[in-house]
C-alpha cells in the first residue's frame, strides 16, 4: 500500500502544472516547469538560474565582466600608441591620426566592450545584493503593474 505524500501548509499549487511545490519555486514560462528556489531564466545560456547554479551564474558574470574592461583597458593602450605613432613630433596626436581607419579599428574595444562589461559588472552588483538578501531576481525586478511572483 502506497500512502500518499501531504504538502506542508507552506506549500503552494502551480497555476499551471498544478503540483504542490515548496516555498521559494516559481514556474518558468520558457523551460515550462517548476524550479525551487527559481531566480531567473538565462536567455543567454538558456537555462534556469536557481539555487543550484545561482553562485556559479554570478562568478561567470563577474569574469566576463572583468574580461570585457580588461579588453577596454588593451584597447585603449593600443588606440594610444597607434595615435601616438602617427602623429608628427610636436603635434597633438589626435589631429591628423583620428581618421576612419581608427574609428572602424578601435571602436569596439574602446566603446562596446567596456560598456558591456559595465553593464555585466552591475547585473552582477544586483544577483549579489539580491543573493545577499535571500531574495530571487524576479521578485525584485517585475514589470510595472505586475505583482512579483511568488
Do not use: Y
Not at 528556489?37 to 537555462?47: E, R, Y
Amino acid at each position: 500500500m502506497q500512502v500518499a505524500r501531504r504538502p506542508l501548509p507552506s506549500w503552494s499549487a502551480c497555476e499551471v502544472c498544478h503540483i504542490h511545490r515548496p516555498p521559494g519555486s516559481h514556474h518558468c514560462r520558457t523551460c515550462d516547469v517548476c524550479t525551487r528556489d527559481f531566480d531567473h531564466h538565462c536567455g543567454a545560456l538558456g537555462t534556469c538560474i536557481a539555487s543550484g547554479n545561482r553562485k556559479i551564474f554570478i562568478l561567470l558574470l563577474a569574469a566576463s565582466a572583468v574580461a570585457n574592461l580588461v579588453i577596454g583597458g588593451v584597447s585603449g593602450l593600443a588606440a594610444w600608441q597607434w595615435v601616438t605613432r602617427r602623429a608628427p613630433a610636436g603635434t597633438f596626436p589626435l589631429g591628423p591620426a583620428l581618421s576612419w581607419q581608427f574609428v572602424a579599428t578601435f571602436f569596439p574595444g574602446l566603446v562596446i566592450f567596456p560598456a558591456v562589461g559595465l553593464c555585466m559588472l552591475g547585473f552582477c552588483g544586483i544577483q549579489l545584493l539580491c543573493l545577499a538578501q535571500g531574495r530571487a531576481m524576479h521578485t525584485v525586478v517585475a514589470a510595472p503593474g505586475k505583482r512579483p511572483a511568488e
